[in-house]
């Protein structure tokens, strides 16, 4: 019988890296964040919904850079931040903010929720069954901030309606908590009178009457994004809490005059060239040159906002003047076809306010069968963001 030789397992440890940015100055492409137009829409949505709001930062501030755009927002004096993860939460607080954030996405089992608390971060429970194990997470000494997060029709991570009611009255009852707030989301608030809207604003307030009449009442009530802010009566709570519209988009895709997109995006001509009737451009020559022309190319593609899927039917605008984008959008460049007073080095921009270049992000959203969302949520770690 022969002798198996045994091999000795190699156990690799978890090794932690630093996560390290592309420097500003080792990029190719703009996009400039208009603060004046930011606090445009911060007033605007401010005085439609007639309370104090509370920005949604969450997926990088939809794009903007979460850090900077905390920055300015403290300084036009917003008390309360909002994001999706305790992650995005606990980023914030380590990158030097001391305002009130609130984060309403965890899992339940990691140890982040301990470190939130240990940062005094607002936390929303979104299950009732995970309030007994949240109690055992909070530090000896503290209360950690909590925020009801209740489903009034979404069905999405928060506590069933018909169970909300106990849940608020668990945790206002806890030595371990601060009950600080109650809070919902809409499914459809971007068309007025939408019938599930109105009802899912009648639940709410429904529950927010029952807690009232046994003497809970919290501080912070809030259940309107951007779309209920612009579209329902919300001036009965204590925060509105506006995502999109901060950053001048619109939740129906369409743009509102009230509203200014704040990035305009742009990127440099690299390289300036000729070609022939008859050549190809871009990977699998799907634009062929009808005549002798002039191209240049701009260090930007998919991998950086722009969608694929725009490929053949997207313009850019270099001087003022309307390009075609020629060939398929590739991950990292794009061509387009240059004019004699064209030169290396011109801007080129993709997208702007609508005054600033005529082509908006939602023209580029039209085009690619998407979102705004989408497109600005995705822009990508080469694009240097330029707060002017």
């Excluded at 397992?9 to 400039?32: F, Q």
């Amino acid at each position: 019988m022969t002798k198996t030789k045994k091999h000795k397992l190699h156990r690799k440890k978890n090794i932690t890296y630093k996560l390290c940015n592309i420097p500003s100055s080792n990029k190719d492409i703009n996009a400039e964040i208009s603060i004046t137009s930011l606090k445009h829409n911060l007033n605007f949505l401010k005085n439609k919904c007639k309370t104090d709001i509370m920005p949604v930062l969450k997926a990088n501030a939809y794009g903007h850079g979460i850090i900077q755009l905390s920055k300015i927002l403290r300084e036009e004096n917003i008390k309360y931040l909002g994001v999706a993860t305790v992650g995005e939460a606990i980023f914030l607080r380590k990158n030097g903010d001391k305002g009130r954030i609130l984060a309403w996405l965890y899992d339940v089992k990691s140890s982040e929720l301990k470190d939130a608390f240990n940062l005094d971060i607002d936390i929303a429970i979104f299950d009732e069954t995970h309030i007994k194990q949240i109690e055992q997470m909070v530090p000896k000494g503290k209360k950690a901030k909590i925020t009801i997060h209740v489903d009034t029709g979404i069905n999405r991570a928060s506590i069933s309606y018909d169970k909300a009611f106990q849940a608020t009255i668990d945790v206002n009852n806890s030595d371990k908590f601060e009950l600080v707030g109650l809070m919902s989301h809409l499914v459809c608030s971007e068309i007025k009178n939408c019938p599930v809207v109105i009802k899912q604003l009648s639940k709410f307030r429904e529950l927010r009457k029952k807690l009232e009449e046994i003497g809970i009442k919290p501080p912070l009530v809030h259940i309107a994004n951007t779309g209920g802010c612009l579209n329902y009566d919300v001036s009965d709570f204590t925060l509105g809490r506006p995502g999109i519209g901060i950053y001048g988009l619109s939740p129906d895709n369409k743009p509102n005059k009230n509203l200014i997109p704040i990035m305009t995006l742009k990127s440099p001509i690299i390289q300036i060239k000729e070609i022939n009737k008859g050549d190809g451009i871009g990977y699998n020559h799907k634009y062929i040159s009808r005549h002798k022309m002039k191209i240049g190319v701009i260090p930007i593609g998919y991998a950086d906002i722009l969608p694929r899927s725009t490929s053949l039917k997207l313009y850019l605008f270099v001087n003022g003047k309307k390009r075609k984008v020629l060939g398929m959008i590739s991950m990292d460049q794009i061509v387009i076809e240059v004019k004699n007073n064209d030169k290396i080095g011109d801007n080129v921009i993709i997208f702007g306010d609508g005054k600033n270049c005529k082509q908006t992000v939602y023209d580029l959203a039209y085009k690619a069968k998407m979102i705004v969302y989408e497109i600005v949520s995705h822009v990508g770690n080469r694009v240097n963001l330029e707060y002017i």
